[in-house]
């Protein structure tokens, strides 16, 4: 578990104890971040023991399958988005990775809690400790700042596509190779699976951006309008790759008939 507690603009506190914890949710004043692995049972215990939680946002916090997905509850909300990165503990180029990251938001908290890899944490982190007045913006903002990292998550893995994408139409258009057809098809399974992951997060951020919160100011909803923007981008590009691995493959497949009819 980590946590930091932003008292005022320019007084900060780290490593805080369960006591300390209760005492600042109590409070209703400053900002609280806690970060939380769910693979850690004593963290898991302060869901429901410090922050009182209900027993279902607990259960879809700790639920790896759980869908992406904003709830409200009495005096907080649960949001789980995705991260994704390309895996790299495996051969393959294609594989992906994906993690769901659950953000319970409150009048002066935000409670991260994840089962794997953290990278847009640590990203937030990073820029906290340069521009600590982030968190003057309580922490609806702090919530911002860490799925915008989430879906940031995408743009390397799309401009791996465009690289994926030079190579075909290379093995295909400028030197035939044969071999292409499984390359073909394994870039179509990241374009699908990715497409797959973000259609949920448009849903979601829609309803972040155009739905009144009592946790949620018009003005923090118009950060949350730029991540929005962000996934609507990304889906855009995602369906322009969709179409070039049509074409691509539909020239692989008339050029193996041309020369199967050639060799006749």
Request: proline share 4%.
């Amino acid at each position: 578990m980590w946590s930091c507690y932003h008292e005022s603009s320019d007084v900060m506190r780290t490593g805080l104890s369960v006591d300390e914890l209760r005492a600042v949710v109590e409070s209703g004043a400053g900002t609280l971040w806690v970060d939380i692995d769910i693979r850690e049972p004593a963290a898991v215990a302060l869901l429901s023991d410090v922050f009182h939680f209900h027993p279902l946002a607990i259960e879809d916090s700790l639920n790896p399958q759980s869908r992406v997905k904003i709830e409200e509850y009495t005096g907080f909300l649960i949001l789980i988005v995705r991260t994704i990165a390309f895996l790299e503990q495996t051969d393959d180029p294609y594989d992906i990775e994906t993690v769901n990251l659950n953000c319970f938001l409150g009048r002066n908290f935000l409670v991260t809690a994840h089962g794997g890899h953290t990278l847009p944490l640590d990203a937030t982190r990073a820029t906290l400790d340069k521009r600590p007045e982030l968190a003057a913006g309580g922490p609806a903002r702090l919530m911002h700042a860490v799925v915008d990292e989430a879906v940031n998550a995408y743009f390397p893995i799309i401009d791996q596509l465009d690289e994926f994408m030079d190579g075909l139409e290379e093995k295909v258009f400028a030197a035939f190779d044969q071999s292409a057809l499984r390359e073909i098809f394994s870039v179509k399974r990241l374009v699908l699976s990715l497409r797959r992951h973000l259609a949920p997060e448009r849903d979601v951020f829609s309803v972040l951006t155009n739905r009144p919160n009592a946790l949620l100011t018009h003005d923090t909803q118009v950060y949350f309008r730029d991540i929005y923007d962000h996934i609507l981008r990304i889906n855009d590009s995602l369906e322009t790759y969709r179409e070039l691995l049509n074409n691509t493959l539909d020239s692989y497949l008339t050029q193996v008939s041309n020369r199967v009819g050639t060799v006749k």
